[in-house]
């Protein structure tokens, strides 16, 4: 289990601060701290396609979103599975915790749950397709770059 945040891809930190440095330009570089879920059905993951019209178009991600303030992480992604998927959701154990800086778009702090129980039927309310696929094929999936540590790591058995 990998308890510290670990630094992915750390050679697009130096790009970053070379955009958005103008005084009117838009709050990129702020840390967005974002929960998200790894749902899990027997040897299977639930996955989600971003949509064609948002940034990182049809990248896979999992799904889970920003924490509001004051909120925890684990209530977050319980808000963000009913918002996005129709679900009630168990969120059980943090499985890692990785930061990363995207090129274009600031820094995230993300940490992921396992997620073995939940009530309802999963309905995709906003992503281009979400899918169940085996742990041994994610890296078959184009997922965004902060997750893709975890994608080796869950393909290979390392941390569920
Ligand atoms: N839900 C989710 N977000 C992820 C993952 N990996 C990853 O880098 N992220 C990033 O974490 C942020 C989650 O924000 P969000 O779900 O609330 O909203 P969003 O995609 O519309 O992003 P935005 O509001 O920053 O443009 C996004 O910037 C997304 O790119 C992941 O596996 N799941």
């Known amino acids: 289990m990998t308890e510290e945040p670990q630094e992915h891809d750390s050679e697009e930190i130096a790009a970053k601060s070379a955009v958005n440095a103008g005084p009117g330009a838009p709050r990129q570089n702020a840390l967005r701290l974002v929960a998200a879920a790894l749902i899990l059905r027997g040897a299977e993951v639930l996955i989600c396609q971003r949509r064609p019209d948002q940034p990182m178009a049809l990248q896979w991600e999992f799904p889970?979103?920003?924490?509001?303030?004051?909120?925890?992480?684990?209530?977050?992604?319980?808000?963000?599975?009913?918002?996005?998927?129709?679900?009630?959701?168990?969120?059980g154990p943090r499985v890692t915790h990785i930061r990363h800086n995207y090129r274009h778009g600031g820094a995230v702090d993300?940490?992921?749950?396992?997620?073995?129980?939940?009530?309802?039927?999963?309905?995709?309310?906003?992503?281009?397709?979400?899918?169940?696929?085996?742990?041994?094929?994610?890296?078959?999936?184009?997922?965004?770059?902060?997750?893709?540590?975890?994608?080796?790591d869950l393909a290979q058995g390392k941390l569920l």
């Not at 909120?71 to 992604?77: G, R």
């Open 64 to 91: 889970g979103g920003k924490l509001e303030p004051g909120e925890s992480p684990e209530a977050a992604l319980k808000r963000e599975l009913e918002e996005e998927l129709g679900i009630t959701a168990t969120v």
């Open 110 to 152: 993300l940490q992921f749950f396992a997620v073995y129980e939940f009530e309802g039927e999963i309905e995709n309310r906003i992503f281009h397709e979400v899918k169940w696929v085996r742990l041994e094929d994610l890296p078959s999936y184009d997922f965004l770059a902060a997750d893709r540590g975890l994608i080796r």
